[in-house]
């Protein structure tokens, strides 16, 4: 069940998607790929997927090259951001298609139908058309579908890029209890770091048709390996060369040597948390993170003049990283 | 609807038994019997075909195919009698390819292959290249071979498509006269389609006749779009959920 | 493979049943030079013909441009009993033979029809004269305008006009200078359509015409009437000069087909 992928590189035309890519997924567990839009992470999906061909690199699936394999012979799970529903056929129709195609006998595909209905919680549905489902349902349905022929690995493409937020959040944690119970390795893309974090185990930060870095949620926040994947992976404070989290800066209402004057310039609240703004006299907009008691504490107004200084901070080379924690 | 009115009405003007003598005469027997054959014969060839037409249309690329893309509306541009004509020179007694089917059954299917080719090829494109790709790639990752894939999934979807070019195609291969008057030689209980026999019948002053079959003509063509539509309504009944 | 092979299936049945039959009658026609065929074209029932044609063509495609914007406007613009069968009523022509149409024309205003008594009380001749004639023509061409403007509009909506009236515009000035350039290129390409069908009628006139030669025969008529003549050479030449007119038709529908298209 474990996929590497092998010094893969896929252009378009003239324009390059994957630049000799390589990554290692461990059987049963939950991977995002997460990157912008353009980096080339839903190529290696469809790549992984046997969707697309690559112009150059190995695919592995379960130790055995897949490279050449159509994604008939893949045993690999598929779920599409619009749900590629077959709008022809009711649901049940739909799940059970995998197997139908795999000529299983008729009573088996009923029972596996029945089964994954009540999986994904669609038991009175089974009768119904896509159509007649709501955007979370018919991804539900896919979800069903593709799960029914029991493949070895799940990819799913920006799952829920097509659902409004309620129903994102939902299913996200719906997707998590899933893989809980089923353990089937999976994969899947997203351009929403807050989702990736919610819900994978090991992350592989996509940029510019190549991955930046692998690691679980902790890592890559704690200690990213460069640049792009400290401003893409939360929320980073860039002063000169130095990169600080919005929780790892100090206000102090007295000037302090080495830190930067600025001035309030914004106050948000979000029940506990405490946004505030603040204007430097050079360089981008500081934003910090406290607590409301910490706030209540300074005493902060609009217009007031504090210093900041960095409790911990990166900084990175022109290409890779250097880890600078202070 | 008026001239509909009036041609229901005059085929009844000499009472009922004339207006099935006039119906079940021999020759306007065979002359239906012809039309009906050729029409649906034609139509289900041009489902078919029309169909690969319009798939290599929309999913293949070649140079020259949007050129390919506008000849498929000559039909509609051209005149019917030249459409006959041309098709005379070119598979008649002066063929340079020394195929000459003129004069005979084989004449009538040809010019009205010419005549309704481009019906199911413009009512499938639309349906083709709006269909949803993902639900190929879908089949695919869960194990479909290409065929499966197009039996079960791509058919389906294209299949009002095609059922509306059949009935339109059909609806007019019924009707054509144009094509067929030179290139069919309308000898009677052998090549003489309906419509020139109608034509016969009026010229030789005998409208309610003409009147009578012209009216079974009426009812077999709406018949078929109702038919058609009717299963067009049944086959898409997941749309309307 | 597969691909090639379905490719090949499509491009031989155009080729053999449209493409091959139209260069053979060009190149029969002009295989003696331009001389016979101009020859052949200059007769006067052979003008005459023509410029009938031409005639009816221009009489029938502007009514029925008219009529069917008007409708098109009322189908999707408005409610009222009976707006499904109006959109029957004009799909109809398409599934009528042409000979059918002139027999009904035939039937109501013969001189025993309906409405014949009325044409020979006042004198006026409409069989087998050129009345009859451009009613036929304008039946069977009728759904072209109005079939193409109708999802155009469906598919522009009415905001446009809508903004328009809240800015003041009459009903008038909302069509003309709102409604009818957002539809202009379907009207176009309607137009065009209606055009190509009135200049090939043959069914529906050869019945109300009368095929009087001179007098009330079309180019299409004249060109079965050449052939039964035995002037294989003459009913070429005229097939040619429509064909030629047909080829422009397909190259004006070509380039408008993309503007045509809601985008």
Excluded at chain 1, 110 to 125: G, K, M, P, S
Excluded at chain 1, 240 to 255: K, M, Q
Excluded at chain 2, 169 to 179: L, M, N, Q, T, Y
Excluded at chain 3, 145 to 154: C, F, K, Q
């Amino acid at each position: 069940m474990s996929i590497r992928v092998r010094n893969v590189s896929k252009r378009f035309g003239a324009f390059t998607a994957l630049d000799d890519v390589s990554l290692e997924v461990e059987g049963g567990s939950l991977t995002a790929l997460l990157g912008p839009s353009g980096s080339g992470k839903s190529t290696l999906l469809r790549i992984i997927a046997g969707l697309e061909v690559p112009d150059a690199g190995e695919i592995l699936i379960s130790g055995a090259d897949a490279t050449d394999l159509k994604p008939q012979k893949r045993n690999v799970g598929f779920v599409f951001q619009h749900y590629a529903a077959f709008k022809h056929m009711t649901v049940r129709d739909n799940i059970g298609f995998g197997l139908s195609v795999r000529k299983h006998p008729k009573a088996e595909i009923r029972n596996r139908v029945d089964e994954l209905l009540r999986l994904v919680q669609l038991e009175a549905f089974g009768h119904r058309y896509p159509a007649q489902l709501s955007g979370g349902q018919r991804q539900r349905m896919a979800l069903a579908r593709a799960l029914a022929p029991e493949p070895e690995v799940l990819l799913l493409d920006e799952p829920f890029g097509a659902l409004d937020a309620r129903v994102r959040a939902e299913l996200r944690e719906w997707l998590r209890r899933l893989h809980e119970e089923v353990h089937v390795t999976t994969i899947f893309v997203t351009h929403d770091q807050a989702e990736a974090m919610d819900v994978a185990s090991q992350i592989a930060v996509m940029n510019s048709a190549r991955i930046e870095q692998v690691g679980s949620p902790t890592t890559l926040y704690d200690e990213p390996l460069t640049e792009f994947v400290m401003q893409f992976v939360g929320e980073a404070n860039r002063i000169g060369d130095r990169f600080v989290r919005p929780h790892d800066l100090e206000i102090s209402l007295d000037p302090v040597t080495g830190g930067v004057e600025t001035m309030v310039d914004r106050i948000t609240q979000f029940g506990f948390d405490v946004r505030v703004e603040l204007m430097p006299a050079a360089g981008d907009q500081l934003l910090v993170q406290l607590t409301r008691d910490r706030l209540d504490e300074l005493e902060l107004e609009r217009g007031q003049i504090v210093w900041v200084t960095p409790a911990n901070e990166h900084t990175f080379t022109a290409r890779g990283a250097a880890v600078g924690a202070v | 609807m008026l001239p509909i009115a009036a041609l229901v009405w005059s085929s009844r003007s000499e009472g009922r038994q004339a207006f099935w003598d006039a119906v079940m005469s021999p020759q306007a027997v065979a002359a239906l019997k012809l039309t009906v054959g050729a029409a649906f014969l034609v139509a289900l060839v041009n489902a078919v075909l029309g169909t690969v037409t319009a798939w290599v249309l929309i999913r293949d690329d070649f140079r020259g195919k949007s050129v390919i893309n506008s000849i498929i509306d000559l039909p509609f541009a051209l005149p019917t009698i030249v459409a006959g004509l041309t098709l005379l020179a070119l598979y008649g007694p002066q063929s340079p390819i020394g195929i000459d089917i003129a004069f005979s059954r084989l004449a009538i299917v040809a010019a009205l292959m010419f005549v309704t080719l481009p019906f199911v090829v413009r009512t499938v494109q639309p349906v083709l290249s709006e269909l949803d790709q993902e639900m190929e790639e879908a089949a695919a990752s869960l194990g479909a071979s290409e065929l499966t894939t197009f039996r079960r999934v791509i058919l389906p979807n294209i299949l009002p498509g095609i059922l509306s070019g059949f009935a339109l195609g059909f609806a007019k291969a019924v009707g054509e006269i144009g094509s067929l008057v030179i290139i069919s030689g309308n000898l009677p209980y052998k090549t003489e389609v309906s419509s020139v026999f109608i034509l016969g019948q009026i010229e030789s002053g005998n409208p309610a006749g003409a009147a009578a079959v012209a009216v079974v003509l009426l009812v077999i063509s709406f018949a078929i779009l109702l038919g058609v539509g009717a299963v067009r309504h049944f086959t898409t009944r997941y749309e309307r959920a | 493979m597969r691909r090639y092979a379905l490719r090949f299936v499509a491009l031989f049945y155009l080729a053999a049943i449209l493409v091959a039959p139209l260069g053979i009658v060009f190149y029969r026609t002009f295989a003696d030079g331009f001389r016979p065929a101009w020859e052949a074209l200059s007769t006067p029932e052979t003008i005459h013909a023509f410029k009938l044609t031409l005639l009816i063509t221009v009489i029938a495609v502007p009514l029925n441009t008219v009529f069917g914007v008007v409708c098109a406007l009322a189908i999707v613009r408005r409610r009222f009993p009976g707006k499904g069968l109006l959109n029957a009523f004009i799909d109809l022509p398409l599934a009528l033979s042409p000979v059918v149409v002139g027999l009904s024309l035939f039937l109501l205003y013969g001189r025993t029809g309906w409405f014949g008594g009325f044409f020979e009380r006042h004198d006026i001749q409409f069989l087998f004269a050129l009345p009859a004639m451009v009613v036929a023509t304008i039946f069977v061409s009728l759904p072209f305008v109005a079939r193409e403007v109708v999802p155009m509009l469906r598919e522009i909506g009415d905001e446009q006009e809508q903004a328009a009236k809240t800015l003041g515009a009459s009903g008038w000035q909302t069509f003309w200078r709102i409604t009818l350039p957002s539809i202009r290129w379907a009207v176009i390409y309607g137009v065009i359509l209606t055009t190509a069908r009135c200049l090939g009628e043959y069914g529906a006139v050869a019945v109300v015409s009368g095929r009087i030669q001179g007098e009330t025969e079309t180019a299409t008529l004249r060109v079965e009437e050449r052939y039964d003549s035995f002037d294989l050479a003459g009913a070429y030449a005229i097939a040619i000069v429509l064909a030629l007119i047909a080829i422009a038709v397909l190259l004006a529908m070509t380039a408008i087909k993309p503007r045509e298209e809601p985008a």
